[in-house]
Structure formats: structure tokens, C-alpha cells
Nanobody, 122 residues
Framework: QVQSVESGGGSVQAGGSLRLSCKVSGYTYCMGWFRQAPGKEREGVAT????????RYADAVQGRFTISQDNAKNTLYLQMDSLKPEDTAMYYC??????????????????WGHGTQVTVSS
């Protein structure tokens, strides 16, 4: 069974940094981060394929966010730099156990954490 537990959210001023962590237990094919701001649709932020390490980012965060994994610690990370007020959202760690998916849409991921709030003030 795959379980995801996030940590590391908080409040920061624009231009600052935060690092989100997510403990993921069990085998996974791909993992990632989604976010949802009040009144907005949920959107994918970044994805990593567990075996290859291949990563993919949303255009809005490309060059500012970095997704990574520590297999020894069963932990997924999202390093967020140069944060902007529009990055304010609830961030969710997600995982998919088996292949057969592009790992791009929310329906591709069967395991979701409870979320951690990120607030960026101007």
C-alpha cells in the first residue's frame, strides 16, 4: 500500500523559498505534486518517474521549482525558490503505483496526501 504524508508548508514573503517533503511508503511508478488555490482548479506542478528520475514541470514553475526523491528515505521533495504570491495554494503529494499512465493528470494518481498549505505574501 502506498501512503503519502506531506510536511514543510508555511508562510513566506515573495522571493523566498520553501521545501516540501512527502514520506511515500510502498513501490511507486511515478510521484508528483499538485496544488489548488481557493476558487481555482487543481493543477499539476511537477512529476518524477521513480525508476528513471525523469522530471516534468508545469510552465508556471519551470526554473523555480525542483522535484527530487531520496529512495533511501522514501521521501519526495519539492524545492520551491523565487516564490510568488500566485504560488499560494494547498499542495498535495501524489503517487501512482503502476505504469500505463502519462502521470500528468490528477486522475492518473491513485494516492494523495492530505495537503500542506503554502502562503506567499507580496
Amino acid at each position: 500500500q502506498v501512503q503519502s504524508v506531506e510536511s514543510g508548508g508555511g508562510s513566506v514573503q515573495a522571493g523566498g523559498s520553501l521545501r516540501l517533503s512527502c514520506k511515500v511508503s510502498g513501490y511507486t511508478y511515478c510521484m508528483g505534486w499538485f496544488r489548488q488555490a481557493p476558487g481555482k482548479e487543481r493543477e499539476g506542478v511537477a512529476t518524477i518517474y521513480t525508476n528513471s528520475g525523469f522530471t516534468r514541470y508545469a510552465d508556471a514553475v519551470q526554473g523555480r521549482f525542483t522535484i527530487s526523491q531520496d529512495n533511501a528515505k522514501n521521501t519526495l521533495y519539492l524545492q520551491m525558490d523565487s516564490l510568488k504570491p500566485e504560488d499560494t495554494a494547498m499542495y498535495y503529494c501524489v503517487a501512482r503505483r503502476y505504469g500505463g499512465s502519462q502521470c500528468t493528470q490528477d486522475v492518473d494518481f491513485g494516492y494523495w496526501g492530505h495537503g500542506t498549505q503554502v502562503t506567499v505574501s507580496s
